[in-house]
């Protein structure tokens, strides 16, 4: 067994681990970047700039300093991503109550496109 390659192979994971948490932690700064509304476009030129000079010291500072915002912006995106997909699924899915399905079902009666005899069937299927 040859040690020199073991420990090449050992270093090169390493590295390669290190580079792959950099552009991790890269992304997340750059997507709080542009999701902050508060931050003047001037800052944001700033924080890119230093995050390409000096990557890892950039990004552990704007980690440090602007982390709790960083943080507070993220769980908002979350909440606000989550009731648009509840909005989806609710209009997806239509009227849920059995008040909505029965007028709807009445409308559909007093326009001819049903009979008495399915609207009794949707308002029975509603109210069970």
């Known amino acids: 067994m040859d040690w020199a390659n073991m420990w090449n192979v050992l270093w090169y994971t390493i590295v390669i681990f290190a580079f ?5 932690v890269l992304f997340m700064v750059l997507t709080d970047l542009f999701r902050d509304h508060t931050l ?13 000079i000096f ?5 552990f ?4 300093f ?4 960083m943080a507070e912006r993220s769980q908002a995106a979350q909440v606000a991503a989550n009731q648009q997909a509840r909005e989806y ?9 059995a008040a909505d399905q029965i007028a709807t079902a009445k409308s ?14 949707i308002k029975a299927k509603a109210l069970a």
């Not at 792959?20 to 991790?24: G, K, P, Q, R, V």
């Open 61 to 64: 500072a704007y980690i440090v």
């Open 89 to 97: 699924i609710r209009e997806a899915a239509g009227t849920a109550t």
């Open 40 to 52: 003047s476009v001037w800052w944001k030129v700033v924080w890119i700039i230093f995050l390409v």
């Open 20 to 24: 792959i948490a950099y552009l991790i």
């Open 55 to 59: 990557p890892y010291l950039t990004a």
């Open 108 to 121: 559909l009666l007093d326009a001819g496109t049903i009979t008495q005899t399915e609207f009794e069937a």
């Open 66 to 69: 602007r982390g709790r915002g």
